[in-house]
């Protein structure tokens, strides 16, 4: 029996090391003196300092946050209105159609994606002049995979829903469209919450369809990190991934706090 | 009776191909406790749903207090239901839940405050109105449930199964307290339930639902004691159901029949071997195999503080009824 859990303990931990050594070196190497980043030469914050002095990687960040923000809420609502279809409304004409159209882009080679969008937005400059491609293409190509994300989330959530709650609001004189803003969207706040860190974290760090979007004047952190790479990897890099990486893990976190909490209520009853 | 306050006609409901209700007629007066009794799938619920406004009848015409409603959404109806989930709102507390429908009406919000204090005291929840109804027992939550409805001070209450939930102490004891209520605030009560003793205790009337159809309506002890069909007798306590001619039957209580060792002076007799005794405390139930004939269930009270019942099994027994102990029956 000791055997056996010595065994299954070497397993786990191998399997941990596999996927979070990386980390936890990008991580240790940002306090890294040296200039090499693989030579460990005593502990410095100093490549934290140079990162934050980094005019174009600070633009880089603020780009892509601001992206994030708007491509998670716009895909929130999105997805929200998408997933409340497919739950709740049986038969519609196309629904199967619909059903695998919101999923698609999650499972379409992004690369494909990248490029289709590129062709509508030069096609649309030619006709229509504009969007000019920046802040608004990679917005608008971001939210289009992210609200799949969303819609899952908020179909799920509405499938177990107890509809009686919805019932017993309009029997107490609710109309449908109060019974949806007092009742429906309280209980699906949770879902909403995670749905949209979900999105956001997506829009942060994506790279392929971006590259496709964004104009020559645009550049996100993703993007950012990438060409500066290239050049060599520069100990700021891993400053930059730790800072990440600590974002990604408290939503990460965040979200399943959320989701905790909610199943937790719902077990309660 | 004045003028009903639910006048139900031709109501009809399909599911597919199912009728869940097939054709019912019915009135409600005005103050009466009155409960839908059947086993699952009679339709029952379908016929509360549609009172409410939850389902649209195929056919027919649902109407309350002298208004036709058939066609009217929930939400416009003076009528509130309990549901049997109870439905609570899990993201408000209890004075939240119960002050839902008021603020839907537009109440001032002191008059709010003053309606929903005034309704905690009467289902006997004062001071809970901070908890959440994950912090309350089933029995609490029962409670408040029924003050969400009350609180609308509605012509009709509807309850579906608004006991089920609770175990059986509770359940005996709620039956009485939610009948003193109804009496108080001289309302409307309909009950749907499945739970026959639930419906004769408490009911002013009931009907009888079978397959989407009334089978009978009526008080309790006419139900009991004078019912229209088989289907009632047997679906309503026990009875012994003798075919006495072509579609003829004779519908006998168990508690009808005297049981005695010696021949009894009574109008009919029979006699038969104790096959089964049911020792249930108070009274013992007999199976009797009549010679050359069927199966009797007759119950005695165990009236002398004796070793179990009177008679043991294998005993030769005469039963006996008088001529108005049993319901000629011909359907």
């Known amino acids: ?269 | 009776m004045s003028e009903p306050i639910v006048r139900i006609e031709g109501l009809t409901k399909r599911f597919g191909e199912v009728p869940a209700v097939a054709g019912v007629d019915l009135e409600i007066a005005r103050g009466e406790l009155f409960a839908l009794l059947g086993g699952s799938g009679c339709g029952k619920t379908t016929l509360l749903r549609m009172i409410a406004g939850f389902e649209t009848p195929d056919t027919g015409r649902v109407i309350i207090d002298g208004q036709d409603m058939t066609g009217v959404p929930p939400h416009k109806r003076p009528v509130n239901m309990m549901f049997q989930s109870y439905a609570l709102f899990p993201h408000l507390d209890v004075a939240g839940n119960i002050a839902y429908g008021l603020k839907r009406e537009g109440v001032a919000r002191a008059e709010i405050a003053q309606r929903v204090a005034e309704v905690l005291s009467l289902v006997k929840l004062d001071g809970l109105g901070s908890r959440r109804p994950a912090q309350l027992s089933g029995g609490q939550r029962q409670r408040v449930a029924l003050a969400r409805a009350l609180v609308k001070r509605p012509k009709l209450l509807l309850l579906d199964e608004p006991l089920a939930a609770l175990d059986r102490k509770l359940r005996e004891g709620t039956r009485f307290e939610m009948v003193r209520l109804q009496e108080r605030l001289g309302l409307t009560f309909v009950i749907v339930t499945h739970d026959q003793e639930e419906a004769m205790s408490m009911a002013t009337r009931l009907a009888v639902m079978n397959a989407g159809r009334i089978a009978q309506t009526g008080p309790p002890h006419e139900l009991y004691e004078r019912p229209a069909s088989r289907f009632v007798a047997d679906f309503i306590g026990i009875a012994n159901i003798l075919q006495t001619g072509a579609r003829r039957w004779l519908a006998l209580r168990p508690e009808k029949i005297v049981l005695t060792s010696a021949r009894p002076a009574t109008a009919h007799v029979a006699t038969g071997q104790v096959i089964d005794i049911a020792y249930e405390g108070d009274r013992s139930l007999y199976r009797v195999a009549i010679e050359n004939g069927p199966v009797m269930l007759v119950a005695a009270m165990n009236v002398a503080r004796a070793h179990g019942s009177a008679h043991r099994r294998g005993d030769t027994v005469w039963l006996g009824w008088s001529d108005d102990a049993g319901q000629v029956l011909d359907e």
């Open chain 1, 1 to 269: 029996m000791i055997g056996r859990a010595r065994f299954a303990f070497t397993v786990l931990a191998f399997g941990y090391a596999f996927l979070y050594l990386p980390i936890a070196l990008v991580i240790t190497y940002s306090f890294n003196e040296s200039r090499l980043v693989t030579v460990w030469a005593g502990l410095s914050t100093k490549w934290w300092i140079a990162l934050f002095h980094n005019e174009a990687m600070l633009d880089a960040a603020w780009l892509s946050v601001r992206i994030g923000l708007a491509s998670a809420t716009l895909s929130t609502v999105l997805g929200l209105a998408a997933g409340y279809a497919l739950a709740r409304v049986p038969r519609f004409v196309g629904r199967t159609l619909f059903a695998s159209l919101v999923v698609a882009p999650m499972v379409m080679p992004e690369v494909v994606m990248g490029i289709s969008m590129l062709l509508l937005f030069v096609g649309s400059d030619q006709l229509l002049g504009g969007p000019a491609r920046g802040f608004l293409t990679i917005t608008i190509g971001h939210v289009t995979f992210s609200l799949a994300f969303v819609a899952i989330v908020v179909q799920a959530r509405l499938a177990d829903f107890d509809r009686t709650l919805e019932e017993a609001a309009m029997d107490l004189g609710a109309t449908p469209w109060t019974t949806f803003l007092t009742v429906t969207l309280p209980l699906l706040t949770p879902a909403l919450v995670s749905g949209w860190l979900l999105a956001f974290t997506l829009s942060l760090d994506d790279l392929i369809l971006t590259q496709f979007v964004a104009g020559a004047q645009s550049q996100t952190l993703p993007m950012r990190v990438y060409s500066s790479v290239r050049l060599g990897v520069d100990p700021q890099i891993n400053v930059l991934a730790t800072i990440v990486v600590a974002i990604a893990a408290s939503a990460l976190i965040a979200s399943a706090v959320l989701t905790r909490r909610s199943v937790d209520k719902r077990a309660a009853q």
